[in-house]
């Protein structure tokens, strides 16, 4: 290598070690540039809290060792080796995703960013309008809005949208017998990515007999990732708002826009439901 180099560079000397400190320059940068679009691609899926637990593990095993921890380095030397098989199988959707990715050559799009000031508060006067337009004619509907952990692994495959927010929008969508009004409707920054989406349900059994489908999916998807769900009750028109495996019902236009608001202007906040304003009984219950 340094020899080729040489004979394209007759007349200027090729510094060995300006060659060398320059290749590792490279290499640690390609190397961080990686790191960094890995931890932008798992971003958007659970992934991400698998990764920290996996941080949180390290942490862990190197204190125990530098502690002199005997009972606790030996058992997280002995989880090390079960991780390792586990890790491919925890993370096969992630790793499925970024090879069909890597092969479409998305692997390295840019990110897309937090919603934020005015396009927030356009997008939330939005989904309200909406959803009291659906709750009035007692339309069914499933909206779940992605916050911090992303729900890439359900959009996949749900039917693609990727169309601006809009009471119309929203409210076209889930008209009965058509071809998207079963199933979520999924909101990341103020575009619908999906729709058709299908979602966990809840194993809650406390849960009123009364609550359906809709209402145990609206349920399952806060319990398995930091997103809101609004749901309007087909049956009833009644409007609910889902939050870490928790349910607020009954909710009128005044008092979904301030839930909203609340949640949604800042990613670093959130409000548990034991805070919130609640007029009509107990949050626990259905």
């Given at each position: 290598?340094?020899?080729?180099?040489?004979?394209?560079?007759?007349?200027?000397?090729?510094?060995?070690?300006?060659?060398?400190?320059?290749?590792?320059?490279?290499?640690?940068?390609?190397?961080?540039?990686?790191?960094?679009?890995?931890?932008?691609?798992?971003?958007?899926?659970?992934?991400?809290?698998?990764?920290?637990?996996?941080?949180?593990?390290?942490?862990?095993?190197?204190?125990?060792?530098?502690?002199?921890?005997?009972?606790?380095?030996?058992i997280?030397?002995?989880?090390?080796?079960?991780?390792?098989?586990?890790?491919?199988v925890?993370?096969?959707?992630?790793?499925?995703?970024?090879?069909?990715?890597?092969?479409?050559?998305?692997?390295?799009?840019?990110s897309?960013?937090?919603?934020?000031?005015?396009?927030?508060?356009?997008?939330?006067?939005?989904?309200?309008?909406?959803?009291?337009?659906?709750?009035?004619?007692?339309?069914?509907?499933?909206?779940?809005?992605?916050?911090?952990?992303?729900?890439?692994?359900?959009?996949?495959?749900?039917?693609?949208?990727d169309?601006?927010?809009?009471?119309?929008?929203?409210?076209?969508?889930?008209?009965?017998?058509?071809?998207?009004?079963?199933?979520?409707?999924?909101?990341?920054?103020?575009?619908?990515?999906?729709?058709?989406?299908?979602?966990?349900?809840?194993?809650?059994?406390?849960?009123?007999?009364?609550?359906?489908?809709?209402?145990?999916?609206g349920?399952?998807?806060?319990?398995?990732?930091?997103?809101?769900?609004?749901?309007?009750?087909?049956?009833?028109?009644?409007?609910?708002?889902?939050i870490?495996?928790?349910l607020l019902?009954?909710?009128?236009?005044?008092?979904?826009?301030?839930?909203?608001?609340?949640?949604?202007?800042s990613?670093?906040?959130?409000?548990?439901?034991?805070?919130?304003?609640?007029?009509?009984?107990?949050?626990?219950?259905?």
């Amino acid at each position: 290598m340094l020899a080729l180099l040489q004979s394209w560079l007759p007349d200027r000397p090729l510094d060995l070690l300006s060659f060398n400190t320059f290749v590792f320059v490279l290499d640690i940068a390609l190397v961080a540039f990686l790191l960094y679009k890995v931890l932008m691609f798992i971003k958007g899926t659970r992934g991400m809290q698998l990764l920290k637990g996996l941080v949180v593990l390290i942490i862990f095993s190197g204190l125990s060792n530098w502690l002199q921890l005997g009972t606790v380095a030996w058992i997280l030397d002995k989880m090390w080796a079960s991780l390792f098989v586990a890790v491919p199988v925890v993370f096969q959707p992630e790793l499925r995703r970024a090879l069909e990715q890597l092969g479409r050559g998305r692997f390295f799009a840019r990110s897309s960013t937090q919603l934020r000031g005015e396009n927030l508060y356009r997008l939330i006067r939005e989904i309200v309008k909406a959803v009291q337009e659906m709750a009035r004619t007692r339309t069914g509907a499933l909206i779940v809005l992605e916050r911090k952990t992303g729900l890439q692994d359900y959009v996949e495959g749900a039917i693609r949208i990727d169309g601006l927010v809009s009471a119309e929008f929203l409210t076209n969508i889930f008209v009965p017998k058509t071809p998207l009004h079963d199933g979520a409707v999924v909101i990341r920054g103020e575009r619908v990515v999906a729709a058709g989406c299908l979602l966990p349900l809840t194993d809650n059994p406390y849960l009123e007999k009364e609550l359906g489908t809709r209402h145990r999916a609206g349920i399952g998807i806060t319990e398995n990732t930091d997103a809101l769900a609004v749901i309007v009750s087909e049956e009833t028109g009644i409007v609910s708002l889902a939050i870490n495996g928790r349910l607020l019902r009954h909710l009128d236009e005044k008092l979904l826009k301030e839930q909203l608001e609340s949640l949604l202007r800042s990613e670093t906040t959130t409000v548990p439901f034991r805070g919130w304003k609640w007029p009509y009984g107990n949050l626990n219950k259905g």
